[in-house]
């Protein structure tokens, strides 16, 4: 079935520094790649959609410039958080889309601690 | 915009039925989506419709009425292992596709 591979698995930053997510479709070219986050007990909250090679779409409340997102290729899109403070503090999930059929697929989640 | 709701917790007994009900507002609707979730981990897909009525797939079945923005998620014969939360999640074509996820039903499964 098709992969979606999201690194890291876990990451712990400091108050003020940027990190990077990775969301990568390991056997299929995805034209669409969705970003969520979810908080303990809660649903996951769409934050943006990325189309391969244009500017992501980013949902009502996200802010756009903290929450960077770029999807250079068919396979890669990154989360960039940047000027990361504690309330950043989530779980961050990535899925993708062929642009073809219904079924989106996730990657593992990405687990992030601003101390 | 967008509006999914679902029961925010059930809980019920091994062995029993259980039904959990999600009803959504939205302007694009292009497909329903039932997910299972296990705490920390991605959503495994379930189930979706697309058309009106029921789709069976195993101990799980999902009732869809898109007049009602409607749908349901049936667990038959449950098991602990079911224990998790149920997401529903509607794909929405107003603008580009996306797909938006309910409120999450955490359905607990008692011996």
């Known amino acids: 079935g098709a992969v979606v591979s999201q690194h890291p698995s876990w990451v712990i930053c400091k108050s003020g520094t940027s990190v990077k997510i990775e969301c990568r479709s390991l056997d299929f070219q995805a034209t669409t790649m969705f970003w969520y986050r979810q908080f303990p007990k809660q649903s996951l909250m769409l934050m943006a959609t990325s189309n391969e090679g244009s500017k992501a779409t980013y949902e009502q409340g996200v802010e756009k410039d903290k929450f960077l997102i770029n999807h250079a290729s068919l396979t890669l899109s990154t989360l960039t958080v940047t000027s990361a403070h504690p309330e950043d503090s989530s779980f961050y999930i990535c899925?993708?889309?062929?642009?073809?059929?219904?079924?989106?697929?996730f990657g593992e989640g990405s687990w992030l601690t601003v101390v | 915009g967008q509006n999914i709701d679902q029961p925010t917790e059930m809980t019920a007994t091994e062995g029993a039925i259980v039904q959990i009900n999600c009803t959504y507002q939205?302007?694009?609707?292009?497909?329903l989506f039932w997910y299972q979730q296990h705490a920390g981990e991605a959503p495994t897909f379930l189930s979706y419709n697309v058309l009106d009525g029921l789709e069976e797939k195993g101990r799980f079945s999902s009732f869809l009425s898109r007049s009602k923005g409607y749908s349901y998620l049936l667990l038959k014969e449950l098991q602990m292992k079911d224990s998790a939360s149920y997401l529903c999640?509607?794909?929405?074509?107003?603008?580009?596709?996306?797909?938006?996820f309910g409120t999450g039903t955490r359905l607990k499964v008692l011996a």
């Open positions: 999640a509607v794909r929405d074509r107003s603008g580009t596709y996306k797909y938006i």
């Open positions: 899925s993708a889309w062929t642009g073809a059929g219904n079924t989106i697929y």
């Open positions: 939205t302007s694009g609707f292009n497909g």
